[in-house]
């Protein structure tokens, strides 16, 4: 099946609350204006570097949403443009994001990545570290941040019953967080799903997810 067609099934199975995030990492310009000429504007991108050449090629209407782990000192490159940040996983990265989106006098939409999976190698925080930066003055301070929702990956396991644990964590930790109210933080968006889990994960809560090999195909990392 073609790219949007892959997207129209998916789009039309959705609840109406729920932002499909195309994922487009690793995919050429032609396949992301092919579902950008099906309608879609909102794409993800795990690589800065990535994802600021696609924002010079393309259409300025696109949402560039940067869901993969970041380093400080890429943020500069995005601030710019990008419309929501997923994976800010410590305190030093949201005031590096507050410092470039003040050179650009905007607002920088960011979600806190929670670690709820049980493999090592996924990055986020605690239930409790997120809820501390929330509430201290330090992030009060960040006029040119704003929290809107959490972000997490479950383990990469056939076990749906684990799969649907991790999500639920994320979910109470999103309900509790919500409880936090600042200038700089309105909890609206929880990013859970991808490819395989997106539908448990809806089932669980989630109102924004992530997709990319069921809409673009297979992603080739050897070329
Ligand atoms: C690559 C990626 C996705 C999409 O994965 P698929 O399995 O291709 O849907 C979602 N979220 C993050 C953080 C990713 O890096």
Redesign the pocket.
Known sequence: MSIAQNLNNIKSSLPEQVTL?A?S?TKPVNDIMEAYNASHRIF?E?KVQEMVEKYEEMPKDIQWHM??HLQRNKVKYMAEFVSLI??VDNFKLLREINKQAKKHNRVIDCLLQIKIASEDSKFGMRTDEASTILMSEDFSELNNVRIVGV?G?ATFTKNNKQIRQEFNNLKSTFDKLKEIENDNCMMKTI?MG???D?ELAIECGSNMI???????G??NYSI
């Open positions: 995030v994922v990492k993800g795990n869901i993969g997923h994976g972000m990956m990013s991808m490819s395989g997106y992530r997709v990319g090999s069921s809409i673009f297979a992603r």
